[in-house]
């Protein structure tokens, strides 16, 4: 499987897990870039969606992880960007059938949702999969905003 760089972002609330998640990425020999928060202090998650939609827009990184307390906020704040396909996920089917079938590059997570051990396995899983195309591409090509 080619290397690829995944992006981590988080508010305060998904700060410790974000954290967690960055290290086992790293310890799997992937390429990480961290785009905070930094500390536990309180920020808004909309701020930090954005940034890592940019550095997907722009190729910095391939994929993102998004974490808040629920993972529900960050991913509708992401989701705003027509090229970001964030699912919000809590077991390793929903992360595996969400990159095969949904082709999203942006897992989300909840750190007051999910234990740290399941997170780092829908993670692999989320990493490791790939999209199936086949009846799939479709339908994610309704998702994408159209070209000019």
């Known amino acids: 499987m080619k290397t690829i760089t ?5 508010d305060h609330a998904g700060f410790r897990l ?3 998640l960055k290290e086992a990425m790293e310890a799997w020999g992937h390429h990480v870039l961290d785009l905070g928060t930094h500390s536990p202090e309180s920020v ?3 701020d930090f969606a ?3 939609a940019a550095c997907l827009a722009v190729g910095t990184a391939q994929r993102g992880v998004l974490i808040c307390g629920t993972g529900l906020g960050i991913s509708i704040a992401a989701n705003r960007h027509g090229h970001v396909r964030a699912a ?3 077991d390793v089917t929903s992360a595996r059938l ?3 079938h949904n082709d999203a590059n942006v897992l989300a997570m909840g750190e007051r949702l999910i234990g ?3 997170a780092k396995d829908c993670l692999k899983v989320f990493i490791e999969t790939s999209f199936e195309g086949g009846r799939h591409q479709r339908r994610v090509d309704k998702l994408s ?3 000019a």
Do not use: G, I, Q
């Open 98 to 100: 969400t990159r095969l």
């Open 6 to 10: 995944t992006a981590f972002a988080s």
């Open 18 to 20: 974000k954290n967690e």
């Open 44 to 46: 808004d998650y909309y």
């Open 50 to 52: 954005d940034e890592l």
């Open 116 to 118: 740290v051990e399941t």
């Open 145 to 147: 905003p159209p070209t």
């Open 88 to 90: 919000v996920c809590h």
